[in-house]
């Protein structure tokens, strides 16, 4: 028996019809890379653009030469009338980034370390306000409330500190705009 009775035009259009497919499924499986690659990129670019708008709003608030001039103010209203309490009060939150914690190793590698120092310094803001908030502040004698609140202004001075550099870091991905 000879090869070429083998080969006949159904084995051959079987032939080429299986390459047409794998060629097929080679195609459309690029083709989803790109598109799920290109999805992704926005949205990280989205995450970055939220992230900085949030951190941005938190450090207009905590600019150093503001808290240095408002500690030295606050400081000397404490010590002329010991039961003058500062009131502080609460930041608006973080929720942006508690919306796409889970997700935060989308980010640029270099961004996620100052993103989370930034984070977790607001956090320590946030529970000092709850100190600063609660009746024990209020009964404590006028050096004491001084620390504390100095602080307080230290704390906050700090954030704004990782605030900028977490915009830096956003800042210098690729692809931000």
Request: proline letters at 3%.
């Amino acid at each position: 028996m000879e090869l070429s009775a083998w080969i006949t035009p159904a084995i051959v259009a079987a032939l080429i019809a299986g390459l047409v497919n794998v060629a097929g499924w080679f195609v459309t499986y690029q083709r989803e890379r790109r598109l799920e690659t290109a999805r992704r990129e926005e949205k990280v670019r989205d995450y970055i653009t939220a992230l900085r708008a949030e951190i941005r709003c938190h450090n207009f608030r905590w600019s150093e030469t503001e808290a240095v001039e408002h500690l030295a103010a606050i400081a000397a209203r404490i010590e002329g009338n010991p039961s003058y309490t500062p009131f502080v009060p609460r930041d608006a939150g973080n929720k942006i980034y508690d919306a796409i914690v889970n997700e935060i190793h989308l980010l640029p590698a270099e961004a996620i370390d100052a993103v989370v120092r930034y984070y977790a310094q607001t956090h320590s803001v946030a529970e000092m306000v709850e100190d600063l908030r609660s009746e024990t502040y209020d009964r404590l004698d006028a050096a004491r409330k001084t620390a504390i609140y100095r602080d307080y202004i230290s704390l906050r001075t700090e954030a704004g500190r990782l605030a900028s550099e977490a915009e830096d870091a956003l800042n210098n991905w690729r692809g931000a705009s």
